[in-house]
């Protein structure tokens, strides 16, 4: 079994501050993890990937998440926030070399102040 | 644009009609998913297929759903005499296995109203 946390369902953050989004998981197995961004009328789209290689992984925009096995954790980071990043972001798991279907967290809705 | 296309990109219909959705995957992808995501919520996976093999379908889809992916090409979700609990976004994602670099492209989706 799989599940996501994401702990944060609304995240506001100033223009130019760094962003931070919470996400733990729970996995019987060692997982494969995602960040997946929506914007508005448009579709998910993948920020980055965890996938057992370095636990730092670094995605597109600016973003980075680091994954931490002894917390369950895979938080989503980014120094400086841009009004462009506001959007609805999914953290999502999968078994690796299995049938890859994604779990998803419920989301947290970033705002950013102008 | 080579991405996931589905269509209709909304579809509104009345309780106890049938509908159905198309997906049309990223050409050479042999995976294919569908989810359902409901206002608020991360989106469900619902079933999937690899080639046109129906391999996984979620204890969520219920008799009245089927799909199908003929040729192993693009697929279609149909629902039956539909309800206003099926009410939600439908999202398509393909992708091409590949040991552990697989990434699912998603669709725009479509959402479905039943009034």
């Known amino acids: 079994a799989q599940s996501v946390t994401q702990l944060d369902s609304h995240v506001s953050v100033s223009e130019g501050t760094p962003v931070l989004l919470r996400c733990n998981y729970s996995?019987?197995?060692?997982?494969?993890l995602f960040w997946y961004v929506q914007h508005p009328n448009k579709g998910l789209q993948l920020l980055l990937k965890?996938?057992?290689?370095?636990?730092l992984v670094k995605g597109i925009n600016g973003f980075e998440a680091e994954f931490k096995k002894s917390e369950t954790s895979f938080h989503l980071t980014k120094p400086s926030a841009h009004m462009s990043d506001a959007a609805e972001y999914f953290c999502?798991?999968?078994?690796?070399?299995?049938?890859?279907?994604?779990?998803f967290g419920t989301g947290t809705r970033l705002t950013i102040i102008p | 644009d080579t991405g996931v296309s589905q269509n209709p990109r909304h579809k509104i219909t009345k309780r106890g009609q049938n509908v159905t959705f198309r997906c049309d995957p990223i050409?050479?992808?042999?995976?294919l998913y569908w989810y359902r995501q409901t206002l608020g919520q991360g989106p469900e996976f619902l079933t999937y297929?690899?080639?046109?093999?129906?391999?996984?379908k979620s204890r969520l889809l219920s008799d009245r759903f089927s799909a199908e992916r003929p040729k192993g090409s693009f697929s279609t979700l149909e629902i039956q005499r539909t309800e206003q609990g099926d009410s939600a976004m439908y999202l398509c994602?393909?992708?091409?296995?590949?040991?552990?670099?697989?990434?699912?492209?998603f669709g725009q989706g479509t959402r479905l109203t039943v009034v």
């Open positions: 994602a393909s992708s091409f296995l590949q040991g552990l670099n697989t990434e699912a492209f």
């Open positions: 996995s019987s197995y060692s997982p494969s």
């Open positions: 965890y996938t057992s290689a370095a636990t």
């Open positions: 999502v798991v999968t078994r690796p070399f299995g049938n890859e279907k994604l779990t």
């Open positions: 050409s050479e992808h042999n995976r």
């Open positions: 297929f690899q080639n046109e093999a129906q391999l996984e």
